[in-house]
């Protein structure tokens, strides 16, 4: 879908394991991550821009 002359703005955001129960069913041990920072770093990417726009986040736990 081509958006370039409209306002709206699309950001994917792939990331690891998350500590929820979806991702119970499989021992990921410490390296699942906590959703609510992630979230936190994904809205300071949408709200913290004004000029640049991040169309593609990879979010993985660092250890």
Known sequence: MEL????????????GAMATPF???????KRK???AEVSEIILHHIV??????????II???N
Do not use: L, P, Q
């Open 23 to 29: 991702w119970d069913r499989k021992d990921y041990g």
């Open 4 to 15: 370039n002359e409209s306002n709206i703005k699309i950001m994917a955001a792939y990331m």
């Open 48 to 57: 913290n821009h004004e000029t640049i726009f991040v169309k593609d986040i």
């Open 60 to 62: 993985d736990k660092s």
């Open 33 to 35: 991550m906590d959703s």
